[in-house]
């Protein structure tokens, strides 16, 4: 499954630049701009929500503080629909506790306004690379939770058990049927997902953190 991604799945970012400082927006669209870099200009988190859907790699340098919806209320949101986004924040007005809470929520990094320029463009490649890279993950991630939801409730139980480490015998006994029933789950579960080997299965499940829900109405 995991073991032959195509590399060339996901387009390259598009940077945004959302702030609501026109002139700071025309600064950074000329700087990036000096180095091939032609960001999306929205001056409010409602415009960049229109503009944005999660369909695709984001570069987001993110003002912390804007009228209506905060910076840090729009990474929120966006936590929502795209985690696999890469955010810059910028700030006038940033102190330690602000920059610490916006990297513990996903942030890639805290810019002080004034910024340095030459530390903005390296910040934005180096998010440009993290966004693409995340977003093949969510991708990959998507993939498997959808196999993973074709399963049978039965079957999901028997792969949770195989996640936690137990080999065939002790599922069998701790759901009460024979080692044979077990294997056939496995083969099952095995075809259903297009998986390579079990063991691909439950490292991609681990690797991506893809949920294996588990009721026994099945």
Same mark, same amino acid.
């Given at each position: 499954?995991?073991?032959?991604? @195509?590399?060339?799945?996901?387009?390259?970012?598009?940077?945004?630049?959302?702030?609501?400082?026109?002139?700071?927006?025309?600064?950074?669209?000329?700087? /990036?701009?000096? $180095?091939?870099?032609?960001?999306?200009?929205?001056?409010?988190?409602?415009?960049?929500?229109?503009?944005?859907?999660?369909?695709?790699? &984001?570069?987001?340098? /993110?003002?912390?503080?804007?009228?209506?919806?905060?910076?840090?209320?729009?990474?929120?949101? $966006?936590?929502?629909?795209?985690?696999?986004?890469? $955010?810059?924040?910028?700030? &006038?007005?940033? @102190?330690?506790?602000?920059?610490?809470?916006?990297?513990? &929520?996903?942030?890639? @990094?805290?810019?002080?306004?004034?910024?340095?320029?030459?530390?903005?463009?390296?910040?934005?490649?180096?998010?440009?690379?993290?966004?693409?890279?995340?977003?093949? &993950?969510? %991708?990959?991630? %998507?993939?498997?939770?959808?196999?993973?939801?074709? /399963?049978?409730?039965?079957?999901?139980?028997?792969?949770?058990?195989?996640?936690?480490?137990?080999?065939?015998?002790?599922?069998?006994?701790?759901?009460?049927?024979?080692?044979? *029933?077990?294997?056939?789950?496995?083969?099952?579960?095995?075809?259903?997902?297009?998986?390579?080997?079990?063991? *691909?299965?439950?490292?991609?499940?681990?690797?991506?953190?893809?949920?294996?829900?588990?009721? *026994?109405?099945?």
């Amino acid at each position: 499954m995991a073991d032959h991604t @195509d590399e060339d799945t996901a387009p390259p970012a598009t940077v945004y630049v959302v702030d609501d400082d026109p002139e700071l927006c025309e600064s950074v669209d000329w700087l /990036l701009g000096s $180095i091939g870099i032609k960001p999306e200009i929205c001056h409010s988190a409602d415009e960049f929500l229109t503009a944005y859907d999660g369909s695709h790699p &984001a570069c987001i340098v /993110l003002d912390v503080r804007m009228p209506q919806m905060s910076g840090t209320r729009l990474q929120e949101r $966006i936590n929502e629909f795209a985690p696999h986004v890469a $955010i810059i924040f910028v700030s &006038a007005h940033g @102190d330690i506790r602000m920059s610490v809470s916006t990297l513990q &929520a996903g942030a890639l @990094d805290f810019l002080e306004k004034p910024y340095d320029p030459q530390r903005l463009l390296d910040t934005v490649q180096a998010g440009m690379e993290k966004a693409t890279e995340r977003f093949r &993950a969510y %991708q990959l991630k %998507q993939t498997i939770q959808a196999k993973v939801s074709l /399963l049978t409730p039965r079957e999901r139980e028997i792969l949770a058990l195989v996640v936690e480490g137990l080999p065939s015998q002790n599922i069998a006994r701790k759901l009460g049927m024979s080692v044979k *029933t077990v294997d056939v789950h496995r083969a099952r579960i095995k075809s259903k997902t297009d998986a390579d080997s079990i063991s *691909t299965l439950v490292r991609d499940v681990l690797r991506f953190d893809v949920e294996v829900p588990t009721d *026994t109405a099945g």
